[in-house]
């Protein structure tokens, strides 16, 4: 399908057949057997609707008969893709789900092959170095939201007596470290830069902002506190443990969600050129303290805590199962 005015700049990446009817199949089953209303948390901050979902799946079905790109899907499009395919990994007995073009049954190897080409999507190319300060605080925030997806079943599964201290100790560290200690870094050098320019320090988003950096502070060295209690035996452990979680979730998905859609918009409007320049340089200073290959680091402690808390959804549902029958 030639590519549209439209879809210009988005990646060209097709969608097979049979990708297209995993697709389908996922969205249909997500919106007729999941809380998908409100229940799927998407990287700029907001959650899924019935309508979104809806809306989605009545256009792939329109495209049956066609090739379909994802040059021809909306960015927001694309984001609930893949949104909807982590949540069926996670949370959806989705294995069994009828796939009608192949005549197949869905399987979660299904979902998870779709949701690694998702990941591997091309960026879009801004070409300026201004542009380049913002994307990299905007792709970070991309790996921070995976661990801020996985704390509602982390939660779940400390309230049904699932404590792995590993889990939450690993969460915490990569909290501390990526999102505090290299993400919040680089962002502590754009507030005087913006205040510079004329923008206030109080309110928001700036004093709001940097209050909400302190929360995040606090909330990890609660839950390293929760874990300790943990250890101890004590019995207010899991209850604090499961309050943290709730309040950290809370607070970075409207966190997140002010800085695409405030402060970065604000960022690139007040900012000139040589501005930017000298926080490309300071944010290459944040990032050279935490040596080489950082990054590729910080992606495996996702993924590790992604399957871990997979592994444990699942036997926690086994046991429902179990116990139902």
Known sequence: MPESEEGRGKPMVMLSS?????????LRFALE?????????????????DDSVGALLEKLEAAKTHPVSFGDLAEGEISLIEAVAEYAVRECPIDGAPVP???????????????????????????????????????????????VKLIPAIRRNV?????????????????????????????????????KRGVSPKGCP??????????????????????????????????????????????????????D????????KVLPGPDMEALADGFATV?????????KRYESLVERLEGSVEKA??????????VSS
Request: proline residues 3%.
């Open 18 to 26: 049979d990708e297209l009817g995993i697709v389908r199949a996922n």
């Open 33 to 49: 057997n999941c809380p998908v209303d409100g229940g799927i948390l998407m990287e700029d901050g907001r959650t899924s609707t």
């Open 101 to 147: 073009e192949s005549r197949r049954m869905l399987t979660k190897a299904d979902i998870r092959t779709l949701r690694e080409k998702l990941r591997r999507l091309p960026q879009k190319d801004t070409g300026t170095r201004a542009l380049s300060v913002i994307e990299t605080l905007e792709e970070e925030h991309r790996l921070i939201l995976r661990v």
């Open 159 to 195: 309230e049904a007596g699932i404590v792995d201290e590993r889990v939450l100790s690993e969460m915490a560290d990569f909290v501390s470290a990526f999102t505090d200690g290299c993400h919040h870094a680089k962002e502590d050098l754009l507030f005087p830069a913006l205040l």
């Open 206 to 259: 700036v004093g709001h902002l940097k209050t909400e950096h302190q929360q995040g502070r606090s909330l990890m060295a609660d839950l390293r506190l929760a874990i300790e209690k943990y250890r101890k035996g004590e019995p207010d452990a899991v209850g604090m443990i499961s309050s943290v979680l709730a309040d950290t979730a809370e607070l970075y998905a409207g966190h997140i969600w002010r800085e």
């Open 261 to 268: 859609y405030l402060l970065f918009p604000m960022s690139q």
């Open 287 to 295: 990032q050279a303290k935490f040596g080489p290959g950082s990054t």
């Open 313 to 322: 959804s699942a036997h926690l549902a086994a046991l429902a199962s179990t």
